[in-house]
């Protein structure tokens, strides 16, 4: 099974190809920009002539569905929505995060990414399992159900952990396309692709404007 792999919930833009049945991946990977809108078609059609495939050759897609701020997950959503559309092939939705852990050390693990606004989206893992999250919290208010012994986080995110965090080994990492499809289940059907947004709403709403008493009561 030849399988695409798409992520847009970090600044990278994640794609990759992943051949289920020799192990072999090609991992195509944009560091550090915030423009997943223009550039994920255009790498996905890099990713497949680089592995001299076609669209027609995918048997499925797997997507990364966050957490994540809003535009950059949506783009992803989208886009691995509409290749599965177009091809008539499956789309499963993986937890970012999920993926991330896959990446690191099978032992306790804290996967943290940048929620921006001074936020961190956070999980924690221990073997195969997700023990607390995803949730959203700032680094400093971050309460861990278990000790951990390696963490991904954003570097510039790292010092801004709780003190008893500050000694545990860090890594900076994205998922990619190996540990995408590692999390997804390939042989279900998929679930409706549903993004994991986590963002506590910046609309409030208004408070009731007091009533003129130049307005007389009418009963109808």
């Known amino acids: 099974m030849l399988v695409l792999a798409i992520d847009t919930s970090t600044p990278d833009l994640v794609t990759g190809l992943v051949d289920t049945s020799t192990g072999q991946v090609h991992d195509r990977v944009l560091p ?25 050759d995918l048997d499925a897609v797997v997507v990364g569905c966050g957490p994540g701020p809003f535009t950059g997950l949506r783009v992803g959503m989208a886009t691995a929505a509409a290749f599965g559309d177009a091809l008539g092939i499956p789309v499963h939705g993986v937890c970012s995060l999920d993926a991330i852990a896959r990446r690191l ?10 929620a921006r606004r001074r936020e961190i989206y956070w999980a924690t893992y221990e073997g195969e399992t997700r023990t607390a999250g995803p949730d959203v919290v700032k680094p400093a208010e971050l309460t861990l ?60 709403e208004p408070k009731p404007v007091p009533k003129s008493p130049a307005i007389p009561e009418v009963e109808l």
């Open 32 to 56: 550090g920009t915030r423009a997943h809108n223009e550039q994920l078609t255009p790498a996905v059609r890099a990713l497949l002539a680089d592995a001299a495939v076609d669209f027609t």
């Open 145 to 204: 159900p278990h000790e951990v012994t390696v963490i991904s986080v954003p570097a510039h995110l790292a010092e801004q952990l709780p003190e008893g965090l500050r000694g545990v080994d860090k890594q900076d990492l994205s998922p990619d396309a190996a540990s995408l499809v590692a999390v997804a289940d390939l042989e279900a059907v998929p679930d409706p692709l549903v993004p994991l947004y986590l963002r506590r709403p910046d609309a409030k």
């Open 105 to 114: 050390p099978d032992a306790r693990r804290l996967v943290a990414t940048d």
